[in-house]
């Protein structure tokens, strides 16, 4: 089945503990992205990948680092998580201009 | 810069009726992808309907349809015969010129009613 897998689903934090949100996809997609969901916003973007070892920063990266060692995986670091980044995250891949971006179930970051 | 409008934070929709959601684009590119999303109350992002800008008919998928018009610069998703499990946030998103960005409006809440 074509997917796109993250973990944790659900993640209660302190500030300043590093995690890592991993992203992994199974469909073979040149492309992915990490998105941070917030009320009244809609989705943003954080980071992007075109293709291993090639990323780049979205609208709101401030915070987070990300890395593409392998084609499958695209993990979102947090080294020094504060308050401001509780949202839900979405990872996200595809394969073309055309194509819509499959998303994963998301993950619920809670920093306190 | 893109931006994407959608201007209906919520609506209310009777079964079985059809039920507009308007999301209005500015962009000053010609190649540009529009991209509507569900999101269910249970979190995840579910892809809908694509329309091109040079697709020169509007993209229609099952019970989803795209009126697109270009000049205004507006993609409204029209729902018909809507059913309870169409209960969700619905987000309209633009792709310009480059593949990897993907620019979402605020999002749309419809709740269905028997």
Redesign the interface.
């Known amino acids: 089945e074509a997917q796109v897998t993250q973990n944790p689903r659900y993640l209660i934090t302190v500030t300043g503990k590093k995690l890592t949100v991993t992203c992994s996809q199974n469909m073979n997609h040149e ?1 992915m ?1 990490w ?1 941070r969901q917030d009320p ?6 954080i980071y ?1 990948s ?1 293709n291993v070892e090639v990323t ?1 920063k ?1 609208d709101v990266p401030e915070g987070y680092k990300v890395s593409r060692k392998e084609k499958r995986n695209f993990p979102l670091i947090l080294e020094s998580p504060s308050p401001n980044q509780t949202s ?1 995250y ?1 990872c ?1 891949s595809w394969g ?3 194509q ?4 994963g ?2 993950t619920r970051l809670s920093i306190l | 810069a893109q931006k994407i409008t959608q201007t209906q934070p919520g609506m209310f929709v009777q079964e079985k009726e059809a039920v507009t959601l308007d999301c209005t684009y500015d962009t000053s590119d010609q190649s540009y992808g529009l991209f509507w999303y569900k999101q269910p109350s249970s979190g995840e992002m579910i892809f809908l309907i694509y329309q091109g800008s040079y697709d020169e008919q509007n993209a229609t998928e099952g019970r989803y349809s795209l009126n697109f018009q270009k000049a205004r610069k507006s993609a409204n998703l029209v729902i018909s015969a809507s059913q309870l499990g169409d209960s969700a946030m619905y987000f309209c998103a633009m792709r310009g010129p480059t593949t990897y960005k993907l620019s979402f409006g605020a999002g749309t809440t419809v709740t269905v009613r028997a």
Do not use: T, V
């Open positions: 492309y992205s998105y009244g916003l809609g989705l943003r973007q992007y075109m780049d979205g839900l979405f996200a073309g201009y055309d819509p971006q499959h998303f179930d998301g």
